[in-house]
């Protein structure tokens, strides 16, 4: 028997959703657990199984469950059910009852949103070259046009690296610089030249500035907690092969 799926929920979303951890899955090995990445190295077969489980928890069929091919961009695609061939994006939106939008992530941020009045829902991968070019603000925009309220939306970050583990270099500081001088307020001091990059409190900050209703961060930091989440950047540092990939869902 499975053991039992781990689904983390937040009260800012008035719709079924769920940013799930690795637990509960059937992949093995570096992969052990609910590994849902498509992308990554491990069995397909049992990455379906593993897809089709996250679909029954949220009460539906895996036909159900759509996801997109994530490439850091600023795009956010309507979709009103399952799709043939997986586009190129890092959103979706819709206000189709029945349709489960997923999103995939191993350090980056899962995004979900809801206005439950009008009925539309979003959710986006943004890690932080997404989150610098628009992708949360084109998410708004894309619910917008289907007649959500930016004032009525709730916007929920999932489990994501967290600034004490986010080291990087002086040039992704002086990226986020030239982009937006306020934005150096979301770093602070490394060892030697190395700064800490919080991409929650960014993610938030953007969500804010964009005009939600609420934002919220779960407060999960995949970096830290091995046993609950995959992470790119741990698994780096370890020197592993390949990384599972967390899958984060809702719909109306």
Request: hydrophobic fraction near 40%; charged fraction near 20%; aromatic fraction near 8%.
């Amino acid at each position: 028997m499975p053991t039992t799926l781990e689904i983390i929920t937040s009260d800012a979303l008035q719709v079924r959703h769920g940013f799930f951890t690795r637990k509960g899955g059937a992949s093995s090995g570096i992969f052990s657990g609910l590994n849902c990445g498509t992308g990554s190295t491990d069995q397909s077969e049992i990455v379906a199984i593993n897809r089709a489980r996250v679909a029954e928890a949220m009460g539906l069929g895996q036909d159900a469950l759509v996801t997109v091919h994530q490439v850091h961009s600023a795009r956010a695609l309507p979709v009103t059910g399952p799709l043939s061939i997986r586009p190129e994006a890092d959103a979706m939106v819709t206000a189709t009852p029945g349709v489960l939008l997923a999103v995939l992530t191993a350090d980056c941020q899962p995004v979900l949103f809801a206005d439950p009045e009008a009925g539309v829902i979003g959710a986006a991968h943004a890690g932080w070259r997404g989150a610098v070019d628009g992708i949360l603000e084109a998410t708004l925009d894309a619910m917008e046009a289907l007649g959500a309220r930016r004032g009525a939306i709730a916007a929920v970050i999932g489990p994501t690296i967290s600034q004490a583990a986010y080291e990087v270099g002086p040039e992704f500081f002086d990226r986020f610089r030239a982009e937006d001088e306020a934005s150096t307020r979301f770093f602070a001091q490394g060892p030697g030249d190395r700064l800490l990059f919080d991409l929650p409190g960014y993610g938030l900050h953007r969500l804010r500035q964009a005009g939600v209703g609420r934002a919220d961060w779960t407060g999960h930091c995949t970096y830290r907690d091995p046993a609950r989440f995959y992470s790119f950047r741990r698994t780096t540092h370890a020197g592993e092969a390949d990384y599972g990939r967390l899958i984060s869902t809702i719909r109306l």
